[in-house]
């Protein structure tokens, strides 16, 4: 997961399994479980997987698509394939467009083919959720958990982006802060900000949500959300740097919590692509 909305849709989903089902597939009352099955001895591993029952009846396969791939359907496929195999209960895909970027024609709900006819043949479906084409305002009402991807939904028509952003942003914000205890509505706010950084750069999804008017606290929530996105490219290197050259030591670790500015974060990211060591890493700093 390289990119810090995939981490943030995951983390939403395991969250709020309940509240993604009725979002994207229908309500259910039925014991649910985080499905956290690595298929990446095949392919990579699937963005989250929600099993219903227990004893277990079915399980639902989200995956979240942020720009166009033309092989996306064979992954679908392949992952509803494996968590079959796995569990041996019937599987339904879905994968959630973020964005119009997303869409491919390739991306049509199907994998159809066969080799020669009466030879046998792969007939397979899955479902497609173009999120842009969900009214904000319908997801600004949905459960907690989608709050955050209103900001990902259509807006109003004539309404300029930015202010039409900055509406999602104000609307959201005082959702939580009526319904749910500052850590919660923090947390969730900070996702929403990561999403935002779909539809336009991060710097003007700064202004979006310094353009919100918060009653509840006298720290500002950018504050917090400036925090988290440091924390969040900070475990990106740890990571990233641990496959490229081993675990960072204390040293190394010391110096990534020394560092406070998301632009230096970010290009030492960019550097972790081009040198063969962690103290290259740091050469320049």
Do not use: C
């Amino acid at each position: 997961m390289s990119k810090p909305f995939d981490a943030t849709l995951k983390d939403l989903g395991r969250e709020h399994p309940r509240h993604f089902l009725a979002a994207f597939d229908q309500p259910t009352l039925a014991p649910l479980s985080s499905l956290n099955v690595d298929l990446s001895t095949v392919t990579t591993a699937a963005d989250l997987v929600i099993g219903l029952g227990d004893p277990l009846q079915e399980v639902i396969q989200l995956d979240f698509q942020a720009s166009a791939a033309a092989w996306k359907h064979a992954d679908t496929l392949v992952y509803n394939a494996l968590l079959y195999r796995h569990y041996h209960v019937p599987v339904q895909s879905i994968v959630i467009l973020l964005r119009p970027q997303a869409a491919h024609a390739n991306l049509n709900g199907a994998v159809n083919y066969s080799a020669r006819p009466g030879r046998g043949k792969m007939d397979f479906a899955y479902q497609t959720v173009p999120l842009w084409e969900r009214p904000a305002e319908e997801l600004l009402a949905s459960e907690l958990g989608i709050l955050p991807l209103a900001i990902l939904g259509r807006l109003p028509e004539g309404v300029p982006l930015l202010e039409g952003l900055t509406g999602v942003a104000q609307r959201l914000l005082e959702r939580l802060e009526r319904e749910v205890p500052p850590e919660q509505a923090r947390r969730l706010l900070t996702a929403a900000f990561v999403l935002t950084g779909l539809r336009v750069r991060r710097d003007i999804a700064r202004d979006v949500f310094r353009g919100v008017r918060v009653r509840r606290e006298s720290d500002t929530y950018m504050a917090i959300i400036d925090e988290e996105r440091e924390d969040e490219a900070r475990r990106f290197l740890l990571l990233q740097g641990q496959e490229r050259f081993g675990p960072a030591d204390e040293s190394i670790r010391a110096r990534l919590e020394g560092i406070t500015d998301l632009e230096r974060l970010e290009h030492l990211g960019l550097r972790l692509l081009r040198v063969s060591g962690w103290q290259e890493l740091f050469e320049e700093f």
